[in-house]
């Protein structure tokens, strides 16, 4: 267990906190005036490796060698020039803290997006320590400065990682659905939709960074994935960008709890742990490892069959005006879009895989782009 103090006074400015895995979605932009949840769960942190935030520098004043050293392989509109290793809390986790006025307006649309820098202080020195996110379409987080705050020990004694089997037996899946709620609305609607339920944005980013590890192992073959939910969220878009051939590459779901993959797979599906960031391996296996967060990898475990249907529809009535329930389970709905993949995701993996500079992948990205 940590906790985070201002480097400027020494002040606490956190609860104790566990460190766990940095989420696949953590900077992901989701729909247009959408409402997203807390992006970390109460009582954890994690920590970003790569600089992120203002100030940015474009891709043209930047040396193609800087640019590979820091793990970016093909051009991106621009690079952040800001400290690496911010951590990223819940806002409900942080203690002695206010808002910078000046800062509040900074490049927002319905609430604070980070974009101006920090705008959260140290309530006792004033120290700008942190960059308050909850604007539409973002998870609502807190990341702390790095160069502003320090992490001690808390004195608890830290607790184990669960282990594969823990997890499998914790169960502990990440729902293909979720109901998401417009800016300023009293009632979820929809996103590219009528209804409430939309793809979980956790599922569309984590599809965006499995996406690039499977066109890198396709090596330009065509790749087939399980029916179901996998092929639902990844086969038309393989079929998409992979041109037809008659060899095909064969990707299955393999993890903890599972048969041991045959040999004719040639790519697992594999989970990531949330707490460590391990991925999942095998103990002999020449397959290529796409990974999934273990959640979002437990439920595609799940035949096609056990996902719930569209919802039924209400019976007559209802409560008095003013009147809310909060012990009401909403059944969950298949959203009628179509599943995309999270873009901006994608192109962030792949550009960090060393096999982005083919000249075959380049083809396979450019070819998809001028048919969109």
């Given at each position: ?205 984590a599809a965006g960074q499995a996406l690039a590890h499977l066109l890198v192992a396709s090596q330009g073959q065509p790749v087939i994935v399980p029916d179901g939910l996998v092929g639902e969220v990844f086969q038309r878009t393989l ?134």
């Amino acid at each position: 267990m940590f906790v985070f103090v201002c480097a400027g006074c020494g002040t606490q400015l956190t609860t104790a906190l566990s460190q766990v895995a940095l989420p696949v979605h953590a900077h992901q932009t989701f729909g247009n005036g959408l409402q997203l949840p807390v992006l970390m769960e109460p009582g954890t942190f994690a920590v970003n490796p790569e600089p992120w935030g203002p100030p940015w520098r474009r891709w043209e004043e930047i040396h193609p060698d800087e640019a590979a050293a820091r793990g970016v392989h093909a051009p991106v509109p621009a690079l952040s020039d800001g400290a690496p290793g911010a951590a990223v809390i819940a806002p409900g986790d942080a203690r002695a803290t206010v808002l910078v006025p000046e800062h509040r307006g900074g490049g927002y649309c319905c609430g604070l997006d980070g974009g101006g820098g920090p705008n959260v202080a140290c309530a006792e020195c004033s120290l700008p320590v942190a960059s308050r996110i909850d604007d539409c379409s973002l998870w609502q987080a807190m990341w702390l400065a790095p160069d502003a705050v320090r992490r001690h020990p808390a004195g608890e004694a830290a607790v184990a990682p669960l282990s594969w089997t823990e997890l499998m037996a914790e169960g502990k899946g990440t729902p293909p659905y979720a109901p998401i709620a417009a800016w300023a609305s009293r009632t979820a609607v929809g996103h590219w939709s009528n209804y409430s339920w939309s793809w979980s944005p956790q599922w569309v980013a984590a599809a965006g960074q499995a996406l690039a590890h499977l066109l890198v192992a396709s090596q330009g073959q065509p790749v087939i994935v399980p029916d179901g939910l996998v092929g639902e969220v990844f086969q038309r878009t393989l079929d998409a960008m992979l041109p037809a051939r008659p060899q095909a590459r064969r990707a299955v779901l393999a993890g903890p709890g599972r048969p041991a993959p045959d040999e004719g797979a040639d790519i697992l599906l594999v989970p990531s742990h949330p707490r460590t960031g391990e991925v999942w391996a095998p103990d002999a296996s020449a397959a290529y490892l796409v990974p999934l967060p273990f959640g979002v990898w437990l439920r595609m475990l799940l035949p096609e069959s056990g996902l719930p249907g569209p919802a039924p529809l209400p019976v007559s009535g209802g409560l008095p005006d003013g009147v809310l329930r909060d012990d009401f389970d909403w059944p969950a709905c298949r959203p009628r879009h179509t599943f995309e993949v999270d873009w901006a995701v994608f192109q962030h993996t792949l550009v960090r895989l060393p096999a982005v500079r083919s000249p075959w992948l380049r083809d396979v990205v450019e070819s998809f782009r001028r048919g969109c």
